[in-house]
């Protein structure tokens, strides 16, 4: 929680990114990506570092990398292995995908959001997800790392390929890497 550069130096530097080194993030600058994006930074009640509709939390962190699929807990603030095996081609349909180190996929837990509507799950879910993809971004813009967060995706595959449930729903992915000397 201490460290990074100025807020405004890192707006001015915040951008996309499609060319990416592939040198692995270390467990240290994983971990904290995680914390920036959608960590525990109010231990007293739980609540995160972007908002979400109604505090539902609903939007997992999915982590991709050559060893396997992750998800982040905030609450222990560690990273669980779902399965062994490298998906990250299957996270997007760019060339790049497969070789950056960490593909971040954001699925939203639609039994965390009551009774409503789908329509209105659409929405505040992929207001969220926007959230915590800004969060990406401005630590990359103050860790000197690269990133893109991507839509295209083939969602029905990879929610196949990550055995996840119905009402669980891919709503967008992020790389991030080092940038490509
Ligand atoms: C919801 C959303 C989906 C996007 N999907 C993709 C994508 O699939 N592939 C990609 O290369 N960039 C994608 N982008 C990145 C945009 O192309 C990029 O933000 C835009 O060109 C502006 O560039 P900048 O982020 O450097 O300002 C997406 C951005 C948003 C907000």
Redesign the pocket.
Known sequence: MEGGKPLMQVLKD?????AFSTKKLPERVLGNLLWAAFGINRPDNGHRTAPSAVNWQEIDIYAATADGLYLYEAKGHTLQPVFAGDIRAET???PFVKDAPVELIYVADYSRMGKGAEEEKNVYSAADT?FI?ENV?LFCASEGLAT??????DKAALAKTMKLRPDQKVI?AQTVGYPKE
């Open positions: 915040r951008k996309s990114s499609r997007g349909k760019q926007g993809s971004y893109v967060v991507r839509g295209a995706v967008l």
